[in-house]
Structures are given as structure tokens and as C-alpha cells.
């Protein structure tokens, strides 16, 4: 490395066992942060997961549906076009009944995702209730039980 070149040169040290934290997809990163709070979860991360259901569900949507959902759609405008599919042979068609469970975390994260007033709610999550929201995410992101 030339001292003396006009490039500019960043460097960092990380730790060995943090190395996944930076080279993993973002998306494995909300993963892999939902699937620990769900079988270790601790107080404290209350308000980083439920800030992350929402973000992970619309991000799974987009990668299943990237033609239909764009990045310039949030998941209040995904959730009519399922709901409103009529066309059983369209992928949107909710033939598995998987909208309910959608519009359930939905319903849950908004009240985190979005500020009441001044409010934003954070202080009112239930930690069982938040474990049990994102072990439904997780489950309806992996199809599995």
C-alpha cells in the first residue's frame, strides 16, 4: 500500500466470531436476529424485533413475488392485492390460507412500525406476546411448523 496515494483506503478489525454479522445478506442477518429472540430471547430486545417483523415479512414477499411486489410497495399495499386475487391460478391467490396469518403480523408490528402521535408503543410490548408474533413470522417465512 502506497502512504502516499490519493486512494482512500478503510479498513476494519473485527472479531472472529462476529464475522457473520458482516458479510451475511441483511435478510439472513433479520433471520437469524427473529430465530435467537425466539429461543433465547431476552427483555432488552423487545424493540428491535418488533421493528423487525414487518421489514422481514415484506422483504420475504418481494423475493417470493418480485415482479407484483416492488420495492415501492409496503406490505399495507401488498396485503389487498392478495386479499382481492380472484384468478385461482394466479401466484397471489391465497389458496393455502396463509392471509390471515399475514394480516395478523401485520396488524401486531404496525402498532411498533408506525408512531401514534407521539406514541410510538415500544414501552407497552408484552415479551410473550412479541415471542409468539415472531415464531409466527419465522413460520410463515420457512413454511415450516
Request: proline fraction near 3%; charged fraction near 30%; include cysteine.
Amino acid at each position: 500500500m502506497d502512504i502516499n496515494s490519493k486512494k482512500v483506503c478503510n479498513s476494519k478489525l473485527i472479531i472472529r466470531q462476529n464475522f457473520d454479522s458482516y458479510v451475511l445478506h441483511s435478510y439472513y442477518q433479520e433471520y437469524y436476529k427473529l430465530w435467537e429472540f425466539v429461543q433465547l430471547g431476552r427483555e432488552e430486545q423487545k424493540t428491535e424485533i418488533a421493528r423487525s417483523l414487518r421489514p422481514i415479512l415484506e422483504a420475504y414477499l418481494r423475493f417470493i413475488f418480485p415482479k407484483t411486489f416492488t420495492e415501492d410497495l409496503w406490505l399495507g399495499n401488498m396485503i389487498p392485492k392478495i386479499r382481492e386475487e380472484q384468478d385461482i391460478n394466479s401466484p397471489l391467490y391465497d389458496k393455502y390460507d396463509k392471509l390471515k396469518s399475514i394480516e395478523s403480523i401485520n396488524e401486531f408490528s404496525k402498532a411498533y412500525h408506525h408512531a401514534d402521535g407521539f406514541d410510538t408503543g415500544i414501552q407497552d410490548i408484552e415479551f410473550l406476546t412479541l415471542k409468539n408474533y415472531a415464531k409466527e413470522t419465522l413460520i410463515f417465512i420457512t413454511g415450516l411448523n
